[in-house]
T-cell receptor
Framework: DAEITQSPRHKITETGRQVTLACHQTWNHNNMFWYRQDLGHGLRLIHYSYGVHDTNKGEVSDGYSVSRSNTEDLPLTLESAASSQTSVYFC????????????FGEGSRLTVL | QKEVEQNSGPLSVPEGAIASLNCTYSDRGSQSFFWYRQYSGKSPELIMFIYSNGDKEDGRFTAQLNKASQYVSLLIRDSQPSDSATYLCAATRGTASKLTFGTGTRLQVTL
């Protein structure tokens, strides 16, 4: 079955370290998104991509970067982790021309100490 | 003002009752609207989407859209304890556009 997987599911890191969260989808979807979810803020968009080599900033992109070298993967990098980036991160994908429905990964819980 | 607003709840309804979840949006360019259900510790899963004014029914769920009032709602009939979750409303300008989410409404269905 096609799916979207995130790794690691849980990570603890220290302030200032670089962290990369992986996202891999097998639906061949053009569109991929990274959201973070925090209590009281809901899901907020970090970065998104509409295809290979395309990346765009969302509403909370500071301190994060992404790259899209193939259709299947959109890794999210925290260049220098900060305590404010402690959150649950969700990767999602969708197909252009479809309903716009997002298919979510299981989430990655990141703790920055 | 957030682009998509929801009452955070919790909304408590007895088993068997109708739960009414509401959402307003500020971007008049929004074309499609989604309701996701999220259980604690899990990822969101799609319940329904709607893009035309009026009602759309799917089993026990009915989505309602009023673009003039910029209002979207989700009705859950015959509420069950398994419906207890957070319900997220989302809006998008188009099928290739990003979704903007509300903060979610927590629903509690009591026995």
């Amino acid at each position: 079955d096609a799916e979207i997987t995130q790794s690691p599911r849980h990570k603890i890191t220290e302030t200032g370290r670089q962290v990369t969260l992986a996202c891999h989808q097998t639906w061949n979807h053009n569109n991929m998104f990274w959201y973070r979810q925090d209590l009281g803020h809901g899901l907020r968009l970090i970065h998104y991509s509409y295809g290979v080599h395309d990346t765009n900033k969302g509403e909370v992109s500071d301190g994060y970067s992404v790259s899209r070298s193939n259709t299947e993967d959109l890794p999210l990098t925290l260049e220098s982790a900060a305590s404010s980036q402690t959150s649950v991160y969700f990767c999602a994908s969708s197909r252009t021309g479809d309903t716009g429905e997002l298919f979510f990964g299981e989430g990655s819980r990141l703790t920055v100490l | 003002q957030k682009e998509v607003e929801q009452n955070s709840g919790p909304l408590s309804v007895p088993e068997g009752a109708i739960a009414s979840l509401n959402c307003t949006y500020s971007d008049r360019g929004s074309q499609s609207f989604f309701w996701y259900r999220q259980y604690s510790g899990k990822s969101p899963e799609l319940i329904m989407f709607i893009y035309s004014n009026g009602d759309k029914e799917d089993g026990r769920f009915t989505a309602q859209l009023n673009k003039a009032s910029q209002y979207v709602s989700l009705l859950i009939r015959d509420s069950q304890p398994s419906d207890s979750a957070t319900y997220l409303c989302a809006a998008t300008r188009g099928t290739a556009s990003k979704l903007t989410f509300g903060t979610g409404t927590r629903l509690q269905v009591t026995l």
